[in-house]
């Protein structure tokens, strides 16, 4: 009876999904666990045999803890709405729901063929109305609430409207906008309707607002900053700018120091949690207020500027951690995009300031963050009023100072940091040095722990620490500063002008935004002809005739019927392709609930993610907005967690190992690669395809592969082949190294892909995939088999096992199951290539070793691990089935083998009880017939017997 993966794995996928042998139970009496893949975006390549690392990894440890007696849930669904899908449609007409469900289909197909023991039961789709109207009540409810500081959590925006009737909002200490102004209750009663909602709308934690964002043109959209890869779109690489428009954001800021803290309460590594401590970026310092003055005003005269009898009318507020410094700021850098540059820019200096803005625009964020060599700069012309000394301070522009970042300027202290050192030196602006201890030089700069202040009026002879406090408390006394923590985390854009997105529930009244009513959701997609923005660059719904709301009807009506009393415009952007995978994990717990997006007895019973596998690229897109999502439904009430993942692994990347055919310089000539010597040949990618284990390629079929090889020539080795060259790069498309998981399950089979992928290396390692090291694995399946059957059908038996196979299945039990807790499954892999080699040699065929193997071998090998069971005569799956349990005393060695040596010579072994005395020992190894031998009738001079270790014979 021969394995035959083919027959088996169609069998027992069938079974499990007719079974339903994966689904949970919510409420069971058995312990819960929750075990989650980051679920995929489903784009029309379909999945490499680099997508199934993590799920393969997640699904080993899913299944163990089922054998283990837990309830686990271990779902999966698609990330569904994005980008790529619209970019398809409009370049081929089709509707993205049309290619989203085709590639869903095709993953499906390939995920089910891996035999993963998904509870498809509760699968989610982010483009579904049936789940993203749970998407858009989220919003509704980030939309009616405001964050209190004094209770550090968010709040129904009904208790501030609470608080502005009874005292209006001086007291107030909330999360909200920058200079709001101050009003009483009998001033908030008298505001009208639209008036008031102005000003919730700047406490709301989501909002609408001017704010600078990232705009491809080419694309049409918004990006947010993971979006972005070296300046360019990720999807496209088209230029990206900054501009401003109004967007929704979420106040995201307001959760900084939380999300900070919870960092310590998860299990997640170090490197993932120093990046998103990063990201949010908590600094500690002031917050500092410069005077300016108008710039129109006549400037020829900065002494009269500057004399303090005139009223400022602008002011450049600046956040810095070393405030001790203060006396050192020998000019001021704002954002190119700051709003006073405008207003303060000299006539003289306008023209170069405007061009150098432009310029800017043209650059993202993460550029100008990452230039560290660069610098530029324009003046302003005017000038800013030191707080203290009342001396002209010089006010720039320059692109490495962000507007979302701080305040988007920076008192530049030149003596004290590098960059603006640099920027000192190169447009020569004074430098004054403030550190008694200290020489300015581009070598050495100050530290803030080993310097004494000087030439700093009263701060002079302090530490960095006195004339902190000092410095703070001198600006508190003049009101031109305060003691401030910032985070560099900022407000997140939540639109994006995309027609393959979630509508929001908005309409608009006046221009103000108003909610629809949750019970009428969800507002779904309408259909519209065109997926580009319109001819007036409104967002691609714009071209949809019917995107009105009627108040009365309480459903969406034909543009042609807005009349602003009863009818009103809908909201034209889409919801990012975040906003459906901020809170899917929730869904999962009750994926068919048309009442909640999941039920409270439901979320308390599942908590939140126990085991959470992914990449870490989202360590800062994803997993910090899921955190943020998070943490404010659990201030509103609706879950009862405050982190969503408690453990979370990172798994590597497999690489793919592309093929290189050389090709002469100037000619469609290919040269094999030990034929190639000093000639100019350029390497061209091959497809992985085409080219076997041994670097060979099928040069007919390289020809057939692409219309311009059709001709080629070929030198070949001398003996008529073709060799490759091999190069590790990250498998993709445009390399032509993509392996499928298709063609591996045909030839090999699941089992064999399960194992081998976790064979390559320690899973959050990334390693080269090589089609070669499979067959390796496919025969280890074989020589499993082999255990249980030969050509005529099962041979296990009822014998008594030895102790020899009861210590290999021991062995293997502890090493696979400390293994599986400690996510160490390539050397699992290894232990059941010596377990089946040690049995083999054996010949060992006994149902009491082989049944316990066939459960320890089932989390990785889960089809052949089911027919084994099944062929043993079990009734079921054998996924439940109890883990073997390790038992210590079959490890316990009970004899010795002692090497016997002459004179420090070993001559031969001999197996001994360990439970000898010396004298015992001493007795059998004399009376042995190969001692004699050795002594050939001498009488020895000592013989030295260390019990379990030695027997040396001397003399």
Sequence with gaps: MKYNPSEIETYWQKYWAENQTFAAENNSEKPKYYVLDMFPYPSGAGLHVGHPLGYIASDIYARYKRHKGFNVLHPQGYDSFGLPAEQYA?????????????????????????????????????????????????????????????????????????????????TV?????????????????????????????????TYLAETEVNWCPALGTVLANDEIVNGVSERGGHPVIRKKMTQWSMRISAYAERLLQGLEQIDWTEAL????????????????????????????????????????????????????TIFGVTFMTLAPEHELVSKITTPEQKAAVEAYVEATARRSERERMADVKTISGVFTGAYA????????????????????????????????????????????IEIKNIFDNVDISEEAYASKDNVTIANSDFLNGLNYKEATKKAIAALEEIHQGKGKTNYRLRDAVFSRQRYWGEPFPVYYVNGMPQMIDAEHLPIRLPEVEKYLPTEDGQPPLGNSKEWAWDTVKNEVVSNDTIDNVSVFPLELNTMPGWAGSSWYWLRYMDAHNDNEFVSKEDEQYWQNVDLYIGGSEHATGHLLYSRFWNKFLKDRGFVSQDEPFKKLINQGMILGTSAFAYRLEGTNTFVSKNKVGDQKAQPIHADVNIVNSSDELDIEAFKNWRSDFADAEFITEDNGKFIVSREVEKMSKSKYNVVTPDLICEEYGADTLRLYEMFLGPLEQSKPWN?????????????????????????????????????????????????????????????????????SAMNCH??????????????????????????????GSISTVPFPIFNPEHLVESSKEYPVSFNGKTRFTIELPLDLSKEQIEDIVMNDERTAKQLEGRTPNKVIIVPGKIINIVG
């Excluded at 908030?188 to 700047?202: A, C, G, P, R, V």
């Excluded at 129109?296 to 405030?323: A, C, H, M, Q, W």
């Excluded at 203290?388 to 008192?411: C, H, N, Q, R, S």
């Excluded at 499979?774 to 030895?802: C, E, M, Q």
């Design 173 to 205: 200490h909330a999360v909200c906008d920058d200079n709001i102004d101050i009003f009483f209750p009998s001033e908030w009663k008298s505001f009208s309707y639209e008036k008031q909602q102005q000003i919730l709308l700047q406490y709301r934690l």
């Design 385 to 428: 009023e030191h707080p203290f000394t009342k001396e002209p301070i010089p006010v720039w522009i320059g692109d490495y100072v962000l507007a979302g970042y701080g305040t988007g300027a920076v008192m530049a202290v030149p003596c004290g940091d590098e960059r603006d050192y640099a920027f000192a030196k190169h447009f020569k």
């Design 771 to 839: 089609t070669a090291g499979i067959t390796g694995v496919f025969g280890f399946l074989k020589k499993l088999w082999r255990l249980y059957f030969d050509d005529n059908g099962l041979i296990v038996n009822a014998n008594p096992a030895s102790k020899e196979a009861l210590k290999t299945l021991h062995k293997t039990i502890k090493k696979v199951q400390d293994d599986i807790e400690h996510f160490s499954f390539n050397t699992s892999v290894s232990q059941f290539m010596i377990c089946v080699n040690e049995l």
């Design 846 to 875: 006994e149902r009491v070793i082989l049944e316990p193997l066939a459960i320890v071998i089932s989390p990785y090998a889960p089809h052949i691990a089911e027919e084994l069971w099944k062929q043993l005569g079990h009734e």
């Design 273 to 324: 949690k120093e990046s998103q401590r990063n990201w949010i970026g908590k600094s500690v310092g002031a917050s500092v207020t410069f005077k300016l003055k108008d710039s129109e005003t006549e400037r020829d005269n900065i002494d009269y500027l500057l004399s303090g009898d005139e009223t400022n009318d602008y002011k450049i507020d600046v956040f810095t951690t070393r405030p001790d």
């Design 90 to 170: 409009i370049q081929t007409g089709q509707h993205p729901e049309k290619t989203t469900k085709e590639n869903i289909a095709r993953y499906r197909e390939q995920l089910d063929k891996i035999g993963f023991s998904f509870d498809w039961s509760r699968e989610v789709r982010t483009s579904s109305p049936e789940y993203y109207k749970w998407t858009q009540w989220i919003f509704i409810q980030l939309f009616n609430s405001w964050y209190n500081k004094q209770t550090d959590k968010a709040e129904d925006i009904s208790t501030l409207t609470a608080i502005f009737e009874r005292a209006g909002n001086a």
